[in-house]
């Protein structure tokens, strides 16, 4: 699987975009890129994935870029409760084993 | 949420001990997995089940042993516990042929 790249930390203001990005320039044809985040504690939630198209569900946009080796994910308006570590993940469709790395620690602040 | 419970969710023990921990899912997913996750290592994927009796090793997979008899459950014992398996063991449900995993809350793990 290929590796990504993320900032260790982000702050963001309550309210504001949050953009996070990855760097995954090994990605190959067929591998999706995924996004999902940890909240102190938590299980990893699920945010969103894509191939190549650009990608928007109920909680977040994400834009790759057309060479795909890199993305970014959008929170449109965060909030205090977005304030987690968020993963990118660069993965296949077998159903097999996500490779978490660090992330990114992102932090709204009031 | 996707329904997965894992249990216990919280247990100490002691070094030597066998420890079984039960995730039990409603969703019908094909794919189970467990993961340990640790200060400094993130987390690190144990073993995980494509189906009934299918299972294989993940990175961390030494000391741990897991079975599958029916869809909805998946077990991971510690045949001998020691305190290097302190951590907290999540498991994870994923779609057929997709890495869409869903977590669960999680059991954090003593052993002393």
């Known amino acids: 699987d290929a590796k990504t790249t993320q900032p260790t930390s982000m702050d963001c203001a309550e309210g504001r975009a949050a953009n996070l990005p990855c760097n995954h320039s090994t990605i190959s044809g067929n591998e999706y890129v995924y996004w999902y985040r940890q909240i102190h504690s938590q299980g990893p939630q699920y945010i969103i994935h894509?191939?190549?198209n650009n990608e928007t569900n109920e909680m977040a946009s994400l834009i790759i870029t057309e060479d795909r080796k890199s993305s970014t994910l959008i929170l449109p308006h965060a909030t205090l409760r977005d304030t987690a570590v968020y993963y990118c993940?660069?993965?296949?469709?077998?159903?097999?084993?996500?490779?978490f790395g660090e992330g990114t620690q992102l932090t709204v602040n009031p | 949420d996707a329904g997965i419970t894992q249990s216990p969710r919280h247990k100490v023990t002691e070094t030597g001990t066998p420890v079984t921990l039960r995730c039990h899912q409603t969703e019908n997913h094909r794919y189970m997995y467990w993961y340990r996750q640790d200060p400094g290592h993130g987390l690190r994927l144990i073993h995980y089940?494509?189906?009934?009796?299918?299972?294989d090793k993940g990175e961390v997979s030494d000391g741990y042993s897991v079975s599958r008899s029916k869809t909805e459950d998946f077990l991971l014992t510690l045949e001998s516990a020691t305190s290097s398996q302190t951590s907290v063991y999540f498991c994870?449900?994923?779609?057929?042929?997709?890495?869409?995993?869903?977590f669960g809350p999680g059991t954090r793990l003593t052993v002393l």
């Open positions: 894509g191939l190549k």
């Open positions: 993940i660069v993965g296949g469709t077998s159903g097999s084993r996500l490779t």
């Open positions: 994870a449900i994923g779609l057929a042929g997709g890495d869409t995993q869903y």
């Open positions: 089940s494509y189906g009934v009796k299918d299972t």
